[in-house]
C-alpha cells in the first residue's frame, strides 16, 4: 500500500492553475446567459482567483487570454497578483476573433493575415516576457469547413512556418504549448486535429514545444489515458486543458461528466512519473449556467479527488497482478483505490495546510459572492469577447 | 426503368422552404462572422428568398423565426411576400434566447417560466393565424448541463402539459412540428433527445402533431433514413429540417458533408410515398464563412439532385432483386442511380420551367450581390439574436 | 437523509439473473479463447450459477438460451435447478446462427425462413410453459449490410406480423421482452436499432410486450439513464441487459467502463419506482479473457454497489435543490451519493443475510474453481454455438 | 481542365491487391455463413484472384496471410501465381489466433509469448525473402480489456522492442507497413490505436517502417483524408487497407458506405503525388453475406471511379478558388469532379486495354462461379481459421 504520508504531501504539493476566462460570461451559440457579480476587468478576475486559492491552496496561479486580459502594464498585473498571492500562468493566444481570421489565422491563404497572426503570437512571447509566464498557450481553430475549401497540405506547410518563428523567439525558459482539438469551430478539417499532428509539429520544433491535452477534444470513445501514456512517455506532454463533457462539448466542469475516466488520466499521470511541475495542470472550461467561483472551487476539488485516488493505487499489488496475467486482480487493484471515498483524507490535507476542510462551504460562509454581486454593478462583464 | 416524364414532373413538382435566419448572419461560440449585404430586417429577407425562387423555381417559401422575424403587422408581412412570388411557411418558435431560459422553457423548475414559455408558443399560433401559416415547429433548447440538475420525468410531464396546450390550440388546418435533437446547448440531458421521445408525445397529442427530422440532430452513425423510413410507415413525419454536418453540429449546406446519405433518406421518401405537401421539406442551416444566397441556392440545389437521383431508382429492379437475395444485384440497381449524373436532367426541367439550367451562374449574373452589398449599408443586420 | 433500514431491505431484496452462456466460452470474430472448468451442459451450468447465488445471495435465478440450452426435458432442468436453489429465468430465443438466417429471420425476403424463424419463438412459449419462465427475451440480428439489400419499411411489417403472433401465443403470466440494438451483426441498417422501434412495436401489441434495455446497445453518447427513466414513466421497461463497453461493443462486465453511468441508470430506476420484481434485472455479457464465475459474482457486485449508492440519494435535498435551480446544489446531492464508499454496507447486509461479507474471496476460498478444472474434462465445453 | 489522355493513363496503371483471405469465408461473432465455391487451399484463392485480374486487368497481387496460407513451399506458390499473371503481395502476419496470444502477442507480459510472437514476425519475413514480397503488414490485436489489466507505458516498450528486432531483420528492399486500429478485439486499451502511435514508432525505426491505413480503423467522425494528407506530407504513408463501414467494423466493401469518403481520400493520394508504387493500394475486407468474387471485383471498380474522379479535379481552377478565398467556389470544382459519372470513361479504358467493359458482366458470362460451386466439393473451406 502507498505510505499516506507520501500520498498527502504530494496532494499538498499539487497546483491546478484556474483561467481567467472561466470567471467572465459564456455560453453557447444560441446564447451567453450573463451572471451578477461577474469581474469586469482582468484585476476583477485575479480577485476571484485569489478567493479559489484561499479556499484551496492548491490553485495559485492564473492563466491569461490575449486580447481578452489585454492591459496597458503588465508588470503591473503581475505585482497586483502577487499581491493576492497569486501568480500568472500561461498566456493564451486568440487568432480566431477578428473577421481576417474568417478563413484562418497561421494557415490562412492569405498571407497577409499570416503575418497578422503571427504578429499577435510573438506579441504574446513579449507579454511573457513581462509577466514571467513560462508556457504560451497556442490553440489555433484553424480549418476549413467544406471539402476542397483549402489544400490541407499547403496548411500544414504555412502552420509549420509560423511555430518555427514562434520558437525561435522563446526565451531559454519558456515553452510552448501546442494543443489539438477534434473540431469546432472547423467543420470538415481542422489543422491539428488530434495529439498525433500537435506531437509531430513538436517534435520537429525541438524541446521547447511540448503537446497539450484538452481532455474535451477527442473523437468519441477515445482511450486519453492511453494519449497521456504515450506523451510522458515521449516525453511530449507540457500540459493539461481540464474540462469534461457528454457530447462533443468541452464545457463542462472537470470530472462531471465521467469521474473514472479523470481517476484514470491522473493514474497514468502518476504511474508516468508526470505529477510535478514539468506539466501544467489546467482548467479549461465554461461555466454557462452555474455559478462560476463555486464551479471553479468544485473543478479543483474534482481534480484533487482523482489525484488521491491516483495516489492510492497499491503499485506494488497492480504490478503483481499485471505480470501474472491476473485480469481480475488487477483490474480489483485499480478499482479498489477509485472506490475509496478520499474526502476525509483532503479535508485532512485542507487542515493541515491551515485551510478550511470543505472549500465550498467556506467560499459560501466568506460572504464573498454576495460582495461581487452588490458591488459589481455596472461596466462591462468579462466575457469571451471582453 | 422509371418513366423519365414522370420523374421530371415530379422534379418540377417539389417544394423546398427556405428559413428566413439562413439570409442573416450566424456563427459559432467563437466569433460571428458578419457579410456585406445581409438583409437587416424581414423584408429584406424575403427580398433575398425571393431570389433564391426566382433562379431555382422551387422554393416558394419562407420559414419565418419568431422573435427573430416580429413585425408589426404579419398580414402585411405576408402580402409582401406574395407581392413577390412567394408565401410563409412554419413558425418557429423561439423559446431559448430570454435571460428566463437558463434553466428551461417548458420544462423548467420554475412554474413561472413555463407560464411565460407557454404564453409564446401561443402567440406563434397567433401569428400563423394571420400569416396562414400550417406548421408551427417546436425546438426546445431544454435539458440539463449535469446529472441531478433537474428530474429527468418531471420535466417530461411538464413537456406533455404544455405541448397539449398548444394543440388544443390548433386551429383545423394547423400542425405541430416537434423537432428533436441529441444535444446542445444542454450537455448532459436534453428534454427531446431523439425520434422516439418527439414521436411518444405526438402520438399521444394526435394527428395534428408530427415529429419533424432535422439532419443534423442525431447521434453518431445514426441510419436516418431508417427513421424517415419508420415514421412514414407510422404516418407520423411532418417533415425535414435539412442540413449536413461531419461531427456534432448541424451548420454545414445539405449534401454537403454526406451526399450518398441524402440520397438514401430521399429513396426512402418516395419509396414511402412522402414526396408531396404533406411533409414539409425546410433548409435548417447557417452560412458561417461561405455567401449566404449562393449557399442557400446550392442547398436546394443539392436537395433536388438527390431528389432526381432517388427518382430515378429501377423499383422493380430493386424489388425483384431484394425478393431474390441477391445483395450485390439489389445495392447495384440503388448505386447505378446514385452514380448517374443527374445535373443535364434538372438543366432539362429548368429550361422547361422557363428558368436558367444553372441556377448558381444565373444567380452571379443578376447583380443582387452587388446591389445589397452596396444597399444595405447601415442598421443593424439580421442575425440569431435579432 | 434516506434510512438506512430501508435502504438495507431493498439491497436484501435485489435480485439480479444471471444468463447461462455467460458461464461458457465467448470471444470476438477473431478468436474465443477456451478456458478450464467451463461447463459442457446445461447442468453444469446451473451448478456454477448456484454458486454465483451462494455468495452474493441475490442471483437466484439463470437465463436459458435455445438451442444452446435445449434439453429433452425442461421440468427436469427446473427441478435440477430447484434443488440447487435456483430458478429458471428469461427464456432467450435464437433466430440468427441457423444457415437460413443469413438474410435475416422474421424479417427475412423469403417466406419460408420468416416461417421457420416464428416457429422456433412458439417454441420457445412452449418451452417458458415447462420451466415456468415469464419473460419471452426477443433480440434480432436481422438487417442488412448495403444500403438497397432490402425494403426497410417491409422488414418492418413483417416484424410486426412475427411479433404479433408470439404476443397471441403467450399465456396470462407472460411477456416478450424486445430488445434493440444499435448494429452488429447488421452493417448497415437493423430492423430493431433503437428504443423508439422497439417501443412502437410494444406499444401496438399491448401491455404484455415491453421493451428491454441493453446497456451496450446504443449509439455513442447516447444518455441511457433517460431512455430508462422514459420508459418507465410510460410503463414500458420490462428489462435489462447489463454489461458495459467503452466502444461498440456489449461485452464487458456491467459498471466497469462508466461506473457513474451505471449508477445513474440505477437512480433513475430507483426514482422512477422500477425496484422490484416488474422489471427484469438481467446480465448479458461475455468474459472472454478473465476467469468467468469471478467475473460474474464482480458483475452482480457492480450492480450492487451502483443499487447502494443509488438508493443513498437524499431525495427531498436533490428535489428541493431541483426546485431552486441550484445547478451545483443539486449535482453535489447525486455525486455524494456516488462518491460514498458503499462496500462496508453491502458487506453488512450480506453478513446479516448470513452470507461472507466478501463473496470475491468466498468463492476463492471455496476450492469451486479447482474443483470444476480438475473434473471437467474432456466433453465439449459450452459456448455460443453449442 | 486535367488532360484525358493522362487521366486515362493514371488509371490504366493503377494496381489494387486483393487478399487471400477475402476469397475465404468469413463472419462475424455470431456466425460464419459459409458459402459454396470458396476455396479450400492458397492455391484456390489464387485462382479466384486470378479471375479478377483477368476481369479488371488492375489487381495483379495478392496479399498472404500467414499461418491462413501457410504453405511448404512458398516459391512454388509464386511460381503458381506467376504462371497465372499474378503476384504474391504483402505478407500478413498472424499473432491473435493462438491460446497463447490472450493477453497479447508483442506486448505480452509473458516474455515467453513475446518471443514466440517475435519469432512468428521473423518467420513472416523469411517467407517473404521465399515469395519476393515487399511488405510485412503488421496488424496488432494486442491491447487490453479493463482498465488496470496491464501497464500501457511497458506495453509500448514491448511493442517497440519487437518492432526494432523485426525491422533489424529487413532486406533493402523490404518494408514494415504498421496498421493501427481505433479498437477490438481489445475493448479498453488497443497498444497502437491510431496513426500517431504508429507514426510515432515508424519515426524511431526508420525509413523501412511506414504507417498503413485501413479505412475502417478509426474513430467516429475520424477525417481519414487528413491523416492521407498529413503521413503524405511527412513521407510516412505506406500503403492503404480498404474496406468501409458505417458503424464500428471494417467488412464492407471499400466504397460501399461512403463513395464521397473514398474519393476524398483518393483526391489527398492524387494531390499528394501518392499515385504510384510506392503505396500499396490493398483491400482489406469480409463479404460476410455478399458473394464473394463479384463483392471484390465491386471493390476494385469503386476504388478505380474515386480515382478517376479524383483525377478529373481541376487542379488549377481549385488552386485559384482556394487562394482567393472562394469556399463556395473551391468547393464545387471538387464536387463537379464526384457528380461526374466515369463509369463511361473507365469503361472505355478497359476496352483499350483489351478488356470486357463491364467487369461485373464478363465474370456472370464466364462462368467461373458455376463452375467452383460444382467442382469445389468435400475438403475444407477457407477461413479466417484456415
Known sequence: MPDLATVKAALAAQRIETPSWAYGNSGTRFKVFAQPGVPRTPREKLDDAARVHEHTGVAPTVALHIPWDRVDDYAALAAYARERGLGLGAINSNVFQDDDYKLGSVTNPDPAVRRKALGHLLECVDIMDATGSRDLKLWFSDGTNYPGQDDLHARQDRLAEALAAVYERLGDDQRMLLEYKFFEPAFYATDVPDWGTAYAHCLKLGPKAQVVVDTGHHAPGTNIEFIVALLLRERKL?????????????????????????????????????????????????????????????????????????????????????????????????????????????????????????????????????????????????????
Chains 1, 2, 3, 4 share one sequence.
Request: glycine residues 10%.
Open 238 to 386: 507540457g500540459g493539461f486543458d481540464f474540462n469534461s463533457r457528454f457530447y462533443a462539448d468541452d464545457d463542462l466542469m472537470v470530472g462531471a461528466a465521467d469521474p473514472f475516466q479523470l481517476f484514470r488520466i491522473m493514474y497514468e499521470v502518476v504511474r508516468g512519473g508526470g505529477l510535478g511541475d514539468e506539466i501544467a495542470f489546467m482548467l479549461d472550461q465554461c461555466h454557462n449556467i452555474e455559478a462560476k467561483i463555486p464551479a471553479i472551487i468544485r473543478s479543483v476539488m474534482n481534480v484533487q479527488e482523482a489525484t488521491a485516488k491516483a495516489l492510492l493505487v497499491d503499485a506494488k499489488a497492480l504490478r503483481d497482478a499485471q505480470l501474472a496475467g491476473d485480469v481480475l486482480g488487477a483490474n480489483a487493484v485499480l478499482m479498489d483505490a477509485f472506490n475509496t471515498d478520499v474526502r476525509p483524507l483532503l479535508a485532512e490535507v485542507r487542515t493541515e495546510a491551515g485551510l478550511h476542510p470543505d472549500p465550498m462551504a467556506a467560499y459560501r460562509a466568506s460572504g464573498w459572492q454576495e460582495h461581487i454581486v452588490a458591488d459589481r454593478v455596472g461596466g462591462t462583464q468579462a466575457g469571451w469577447g471582453a
